[in-house]
């Protein structure tokens, strides 16, 4: 199912993009903003939306290679 394959690399740059895109908006407490925008999250929850992304990423690549 090679839907699974370009469903997972949309999910991988999304998650690249959240990396790359994160930008320290306050210091004390430490908040995060995606280029800037959007709403300020603490660091704890920003890492643990990059890592739910990533997972869902690395889920269709298994799913993918499972079927193949």
Known sequence: MWQYFVIGHGWLLISLLL????????????MYAFFGIGTWLYSG?????????????????????KRK
């Not at 939306?49 to 990423?57: K, P, R, Y």
């Open 19 to 30: 990396i790359i895109g994160k930008q320290i908006m306050r210091t004390q407490p430490t």
């Open 45 to 65: 929850m920003y890492n643990v939306l990059v890592l739910a992304v990533f997972a869902v990423a690395v889920w269709c690549f298994y799913l993918y290679f």
